[in-house]
Nanobody, 117 residues
Framework: QVQLVESGGGLVQAGGSLRLSCAAT????????MAWFRQAPGKDRELLGYITWNGGYYADSVKGRFTISRDNAKNTIYLQMNSLKPEDTAVYYCATAKYGTVSYDYWGQGTQVTVSS
């Protein structure tokens, strides 16, 4: 059974930074596709980026501001968010897909990020 547990959300002022964590059990993050999504009220879920064993991807909306990293020893991924804007307010989710795919089969419970202006 794969479980993902996010943490680190909260309230931050515009221009500030926040780091989210996603601790995984049941799947090795170094050998999987690990992604971050977000969903704002009334909007579709948005892929922010993902990390694989040999690379990754970032959406244009966060490129240069957000960074996904991985700690293999802790089997945890992170989302470092800098220069936050009020439009970054959303529930943030991590998700995992099997090696070599982007079909996400397990999701975390989500963590709220609120950016005040």
């Amino acid at each position: 059974q794969v479980q993902l547990v996010e943490s680190g959300g909260g309230l931050v002022q515009a221009g500030g930074s926040l780091r989210l964590s996603c601790a995984a059990t049941g799947r090795t993050v170094a050998a999987a596709t690990m992604a971050w999504f977000r969903q704002a009220p009334g909007k579709d879920r948005e892929l922010l980026g993902y990390i694989t064993w040999n690379g990754g991807y970032y959406a244009d909306s966060v490129k240069g501001r957000f960074t996904i990293s991985r700690d293999n020893a802790k089997n945890t991924i992170y989302l470092q968010m800098n220069s936050l804007k009020p439009e970054d307010t959303a529930v943030y989710y991590c998700a995992t897909a099997k090696y070599g795919t982007v079909s996400y089969d397990y999701w975390g419970q989500g963590t709220q990020v609120t950016v005040s202006s």
